[in-house]
């Protein structure tokens, strides 16, 4: 009996999330996200071979350079709603120490990479100095839906 009640605390301990220290200020290092590879999984590749560089797919875009510099994703996470569209967030990071907006849509694509509608309108961002923000989006595509693409941009 005691035994299963040690074996019990051990799985609890086990199943708990660690405990976290106090946060610190954040820091980024940006130039170990820009030098991440592919991810290996799908992407948009040109008709032309070598004519661009594969844009991996359920994966943001940052569609600037200098933007690069200043956010990083820190998370994507995807799932099916009740009516089964799909549903995507991403976490964003501002690695800066002044208010930052930036603008996101979404692209959704079938198993065959063709869009299942229209890109979604550009959406704001406001990300706090060193802090983070969620940009989401829900497909109308249903069960159709096999991938996703945000791209982000400066705010205009």
């Not at 605390?9 to 290092?29: D, G, Q, R, S, Y």
């Not at 008709?47 to 200043?70: F, Q, R, Y």
């Not at 907006?101 to 706090?128: C, I």
């Amino acid at each position: 009996m005691l035994r299963l009640l040690y074996a019990g605390i051990a799985v609890f301990v086990l199943a708990a999330p660690a405990a976290a220290t106090e946060n610190k200020v954040l820091k980024c290092h940006t130039g170990e996200a820009r030098a991440a590879g592919p991810s290996g999984g799908p992407a948009l590749v040109a008709n032309v071979p070598a004519s661009m560089t594969p844009i991996d797919l359920n994966a943001v875009l940052i569609t600037d350079k200098k933007l690069t510099k200043s956010v990083i994703v820190e998370g994507l996470f995807a799932m099916r709603t009740p009516t089964n569209g799909l549903k995507i967030m991403a976490r964003l990071v501002n690695c800066t120490k002044y208010p930052l907006v930036v603008q996101a849509r979404s692209n959704f694509m079938d198993g065959n990479q063709m869009p299942t509608e229209a890109a979604s309108a550009w959406k704001p961002v406001f990300l706090s100095p060193l802090a983070t923000a969620v940009y989401e989006e829900a497909s109308i595509g249903r069960g159709n839906v096999g991938a996703y693409l945000i791209e982000l941009r400066p705010d205009l």
